[in-house]
Structures are given as structure tokens and as C-alpha cells.
């Protein structure tokens, strides 16, 4: 499976340690040669001027590709525009177009900034006539929590494909067989971009269960068994976290894919391993077949 390419999603950090910890972790991935690096963006652009600063000290000190998350939350559309035009500037050529959640958390109802974009396909289409950006937007297997129905959520992701998208990664999930039944359903309407796994090992059951009833994403009971009784016991949980995300990668690669993007939360140990288990080995160091 040494074929597999790979991205890490990281979030800005706020603190002194938390930067360390984002460098630790941005030098020990660097060197799988990761197809890009993303950099999130805080709830109603809290983030901007760390995400600019992240981005751009990982142009400067690594040769990764790196990509920008950026969303319309509580902004005008000139303010985004420039943001945007400062990426360029800084050499970011990749920005990830995101609507956003309403500052009030999931859940609320979303209201757009009345001078601002309104979903991630305005804010593609607005990217694009400042520059040629690469576009990656984000889609839903089990449907995003405001859409009517699967159908309204495809044609909102097509009408993002239309703006310039040119690859979609998932929210996360772990029900493969939702994944599966959405590829088929979006290569049946016509959409041909890739649509990279979004996967997020669990490490904290119980906070990984609220953001999944927030995001609509199933929490199989094989699950919920395995976590079971490891409330208080953290590095068992870590090494169960990679089995079973080392698990569902492997069986999405037998069905085809190829590119898989970790949501690292900024740590190296455990993506790290994961791609190990994957047989994706840094530079140089490739995986003996003939062993
Ligand atoms: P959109 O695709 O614009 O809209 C989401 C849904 O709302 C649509 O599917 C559609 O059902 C409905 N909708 C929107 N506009 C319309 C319309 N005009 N008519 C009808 N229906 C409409 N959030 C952050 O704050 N920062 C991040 O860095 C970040 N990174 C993310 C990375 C990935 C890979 C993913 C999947 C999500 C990320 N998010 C981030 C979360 C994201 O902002 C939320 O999921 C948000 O609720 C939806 O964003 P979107 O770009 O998918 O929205």
C-alpha cells in the first residue's frame, strides 16, 4: 500500500507550548512527503492571523505544499478577499473554502454576513477571480446537518465543483459501508473530482461521540465496544485509536482509495503510526516488498 498519498489538517497554535507541539509534530510528518499540509481556521476568522503566520512559516521551512482553510463566518466579502490576496502574496496557492459553523456553535441555524459570502461555492467562486487558487472543499457521507437531503447536498457540492473545486475531503466518519454508498452516489450525479477520506483516530471517545451527534456521523457499536471501560486509560485508548483507523484505511484502500487526509489535532505520534502501518515510510526508507 505504498502507493497511498497523504495530508495532514493541523490548527494554529495559541500558546508556547502549543507551538511546539504543532512544530513537533509538522517535522516528524514532513518527511512521509505528505501531498499538503492544511492549517485550520478559528470560528469566525479568531484564527487569521495565526492561520497566515502557520502557513507561512510552513512554506518558508519545509518544501511541503501547504493549504489554507479559510470560511465567510461574521465577514465582509472585501475582508475575505483580502485575506485572500495576502495568501497569494505569501505563496499560499491552496485555500480550502469553507462556509463555516454560526459563531454560536453547530447546531444554530447559519445566518451569512449580510456583505459577505454566503456558502463555500461564493467563497470559491470569489477566491478564483483573485487568482487561481487550487480549491479543495469539504463534503458530507452522511449528509451535512443543514441540508434537506442528500440530493440538495450533492447538488451543493457540484455547485462547489462548479465554482473551481477540484477535490473534496470528508467530515469524518467511521462507518465505511456511508462512505462507500456516498462515492457511488456522487460518481452517479456526475462528479468526478476526488473525494479524499477525512480520518480522525479517536482518542477521546466521549468528545469524539458529541462531535459526532453534532456532525450527523454514525458511531458503529463495534465502537463504542472497544472503548468501552477505557475511560481512565489513555495509552490504551491511543493504541486501540490506531488499530482501528489503521483498519478502516485499509479496508478503504481495498475498495480504491488512494489518498487519505489525517486530522492530526496537531499530534505527531499517532498519524505517524498510522501511515507506518499503511506502508507510508518516509523518504528514502521505503517498505521492502521482499521482506
Ligand atoms: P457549504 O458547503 O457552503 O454548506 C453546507 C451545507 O449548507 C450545504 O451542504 C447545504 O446543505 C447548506 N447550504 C449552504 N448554502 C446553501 C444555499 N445557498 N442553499 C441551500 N443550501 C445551502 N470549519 C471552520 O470553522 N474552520 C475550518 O478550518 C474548517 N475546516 C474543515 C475542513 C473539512 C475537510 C471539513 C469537512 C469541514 C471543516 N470545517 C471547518 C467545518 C465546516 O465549516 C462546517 O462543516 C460547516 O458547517 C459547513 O461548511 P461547508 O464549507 O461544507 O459549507
Not at 492544511?38 to 502557520?54: F, I, K, L, P
Not at 489554507?68 to 495568501?87: F, G, N, P, Q
Request: glycine content about 6%.
Amino acid at each position: 500500500m505504498s502507493n497511498l498519498h497523504v495530508s495532514f489538517e493541523f490548527f494554529p497554535p495559541k500558546t508556547p507550548t502549543m507551538h511546539e507541539k504543532l512544530w513537533s509534530a509538522v517535522n516528524k510528518l514532513a518527511p512521509l512527503r505528505p501531498d499538503f499540509i492544511s492549517v485550520t481556521y478559528g470560528a469566525g476568522g479568531s484564527t487569521r492571523e495565526r492561520t497566515h503566520e502557520t502557513v507561512s512559516r510552513i512554506i518558508k521551512e519545509t518544501n511541503i505544499p501547504v493549504a489554507a482553510h479559510l470560511t465567510c463566518v461574521a465577514a465582509t466579502r472585501d475582508e475575505i478577499d483580502a485575506v485572500l490576496k495576502s495568501y497569494w502574496a505569501a505563496g499560499v496557492k491552496h485555500i480550502v473554502a469553507l462556509r463555516g459553523d454560526p459563531p454560536n456553535g453547530a447546531g444554530e441555524p447559519y445566518i451569512p454576513h449580510p456583505d459577505g459570502y454566503a456558502n463555500a461555492a461564493e467563497l470559491a467562486a470569489g477566491a478564483m477571480k483573485i487568482a487561481p487558487f487550487e480549491i479543495t472543499v469539504g463534503c458530507y457521507p452522511e449528509k451535512h446537518p443543514d441540508s434537506p437531503s442528500m440530493n440538495a447536498d450533492i447538488d451543493m457540492l457540484k455547485r462547489k465543483i462548479d465554482a473551481g473545486a477540484t477535490r473534496a475531503i470528508t467530515q469524518f466518519f467511521y462507518d465505511n459501508t456511508a462512505f462507500l454508498r456516498y462515492r457511488d452516489s456522487i460518481r452517479a450525479a456526475g462528479v468526478d473530482i476526488p473525494i479524499v477520506p477525512g480520518i480522525m483516530p479517536v482518542t477521546n471517545f466521549s468528545g469524539m461521540r458529541r462531535m459526532a451527534d453534532i456532525c450527523g456521523a454514525t458511531v458503529p457499536g463495534r465502537l463504542v465496544k472497544l472503548f468501552q471501560n477505557l475511560e481512565d486509560d489513555p495509552s490504551t485508548r491511543r493504541l486501540i485509536a490506531v488499530t482501528v483507523a489503521a483498519e478502516q484505511c485499509q479496508e478503504l484502500a481495498e475498495h480504491g482509495v488512494n489518498h487519505f487526509h489525517f486530522y492530526t489535532l496537531n499530534r505527531d505520534g499517532l498519524a505517524y503510526a498510522l501511515c507506518h502501518l499503511l506502508g507510508v515510510r518516509p523518504m528514502g526508507k521505503a517498505v521492502d516488498n521482499a521482506a
